[in-house]
Every structure is written in structure tokens, then in C-alpha cells.
């Protein structure tokens, strides 16, 4: 199946900061999603994109399916962004998620 | 107004008891889907249902056994369990495969 290759495993970041965050995929991407997972546990869609670039505020997307990665940028990061972000794409023909380990990002005050 | 729930959110429980966590989605959505995170946080398909049909039930000892009444619930039922069955499991739901996913706020289940 579907490998999800997710970097850096880690980030810290001073309040303010902007970063990217990368997800490379072993196949075609079909349908991308990226997650956020907060301190709380819960995980929050941020963004559906099989291709090209969304914007939602700080954060936008862009992925380049022809060849196989995704990033999430945020810029002027906020505590409330901490948590594990997540991407995943479908795996298989019934449409079931794979997701990759998560990037954890802790931003500082 | 929650998209998609799930109870109890917390479940702490001695090793050998039946356990089920119950879970309801009110998008109208046709596929819902089970998956368990482990300790380092990695999430795992376990069951899909489309329209009540099992479509997915990928490696999960049979003790595991799901259950849709209709196309809005999905619910997991956990016979014997064991230490190793602590974990966070999420119920989602989709609209197909060109719509994101809507996942419930998690179950943490703790086998003592």
C-alpha cells in the first residue's frame, strides 16, 4: 500500500515564526488531507487538497501530485497551533485513509 | 450540534471485560470508519462501513466486532480485553472519496 512520509518529526518554534511542513507520498496522490491533532486529542480537518494551493487564514496548503509531496505552510505561528499534524491520502480502492507519523510542533510564547 | 460523536470519551476497565463505544454522525454522510491511535500516536484503519456494509476490516483480532444499525451509527464492541488494547480509537465519517473526513473527539480506553 501507500507509504506517507512525514518531515520533520518535530518542530519547535518561537511565537511569531513561520514553517513548512512536508509530506511525500511512495504513490499517485488521489486525495489528500491534512489534519490537525491539538493538545486536547482532537483531530480537526484543516484542509482537503489533491492538488494545488488552499488558504485558510495563517495556514495554506499546496500539493504537487505529479510529484508525490504536499507541504503545509503556517506562518505567524501561535501556541494555539501546538499539537501533531497529520497528512494522509487514500490507500486503497475503498477509500480508507493512510496516514503518515505526524509532524509534533510546539510553539513557544 | 456535533458532527460526530462518541461516548464515552474516557473508558478505564480491568483486563477480561466486554466493552462497546458507541458512535453517531449527523452529516448524512454513507461511510464511517473506526481507527485506533497507539501510544506514539500513529493511526490505523480498523473498520469502514458504507451504507451498514462492512467494506474494510483490515488485521484486528476478531474480538473487535463493529456494529451499524443504520448508515448515521457505527458503534465498536471489545470482547476480552487486554492490556494491550489501551488506546485512543476514533470513529469518522466521509461523504465518499472526494470529500475530507470528520472525525468524533476520541475514545481513550484503558485496560488495568
Known amino acids: 500500500g501507500i507509504q506517507v512520509e512525514q518531515s520533520p518529526p518535530d518542530l519547535i518554534l518561537q511565537e511569531g515564526a513561520n514553517s513548512t511542513l512536508r509530506c511525500n507520498f511512495s504513490d499517485s496522490v488521489n486525495n489528500l488531507q491534512w489534519f490537525h491533532q491539538n493538545p486536547w486529542g482532537q483531530l480537526i480537518n484543516l484542509f482537503y487538497?489533491?492538488?494545488g494551493t488552499k488558504q485558510n487564514g495563517r495556514l495554506s496548503a499546496t500539493t504537487v501530485a505529479t510529484e508525490r509531496y504536499s507541504l503545509l505552510y503556517i506562518s505567524s505561528s501561535q501556541t494555539t497551533d501546538s499539537g501533531v499534524y497529520f497528512c494522509?491520502?487514500?490507500?486503497?480502492?475503498?477509500?480508507?485513509?493512510?496516514f503518515g507519523k505526524g509532524t509534533k510542533l510546539s510553539v513557544k510564547p | 450540534d456535533t458532527a460526530v460523536s462518541q461516548t464515552p470519551k474516557y473508558l478505564v476497565t480491568q483486563m477480561g471485560n466486554d466493552k462497546s463505544i458507541k458512535c453517531e454522525q449527523n452529516?448524512?454522510?454513507?461511510?464511517m470508519y473506526w481507527y485506533k491511535q497507539d501510544s506514539k500516536k500513529f493511526l490505523k484503519i480498523m473498520f469502514s462501513?458504507?451504507?451498514?456494509?462492512?467494506?474494510i476490516n483490515e488485521t484486528v483480532p476478531n474480538r473487535f466486532s463493529p456494529k451499524s444499525p443504520d448508515k448515521a451509527h457505527l458503534n465498536l464492541h471489545i470482547n476480552s480485553l487486554e492490556l494491550g488494547d489501551s488506546a485512543v480509537y476514533f470513529c469518522a465519517s466521509s461523504g465518499g472519496k472526494k470529500y475530507g473526513y470528520t472525525f468524533g473527539s476520541g475514545t481513550r480506553l484503558t485496560v488495568v
Open positions: 487538497i489533491p492538488s
Open positions: 494522509a491520502d487514500y490507500g486503497g480502492s475503498q477509500g480508507n485513509l493512510i
Open positions: 452529516l448524512g454522510h454513507d461511510t
Open positions: 462501513y458504507n451504507n451498514k456494509e462492512l467494506i
